[in-house]
């Protein structure tokens, strides 16, 4: 069955940088666009950046654009978020998911900026 697990969050300071990853199995990785959205409490789930299944097409939320960085690799299975200068309202928990007939989901990694 499809599995998709996240990990990387933490805390950091406003400014700071981190990398998350998505691990996916279950089906096959390089025929499907990913994508990572966040929520933070309170909050709707948000879109934060999609890349294409050969990696060769992404976008991204108007908040994130020039700051974070969605990238993949076929060959581990694995899409990433790298994250730069970060700020308060990036804290949220970060979820990676696939469209494959419906979507699904990982359970998440805490993103947490706080100084």
């Known amino acids: 069955q499809v599995q998709l697990v996240e990990s990387g969050g933490g805390l950091v300071q406003p400014g700071g940088s981190l990398r998350l990853s998505c691990s996916a199995s279950?089906?096959?990785?390089?025929?499907?666009?990913m994508r990572w959205y966040r929520q933070a409490p309170g909050k709707e789930r948000e879109l934060v950046a999609g890349?294409?299944?050969?990696?060769?097409?992404?976008n991204y939320a108007d908040s994130v654009k020039g700051r974070f960085v969605i990238s993949r690799d076929n060959a581990k299975n694995t899409v990433y978020l790298q994250m730069n200068s970060l700020k308060l309202e990036d804290a949220a928990v970060y979820y990676c998911?696939?469209?494959?007939?419906?979507?699904?989901w990982g359970q998440g990694t805490q993103v947490t900026v706080s100084s």
């Open positions: 890349i294409s299944s050969a990696g060769g097409f992404t």
């Open positions: 998911n696939v469209l494959r007939g419906f979507p699904y």
């Open positions: 279950g089906f096959t990785f390089s025929n499907y666009g």
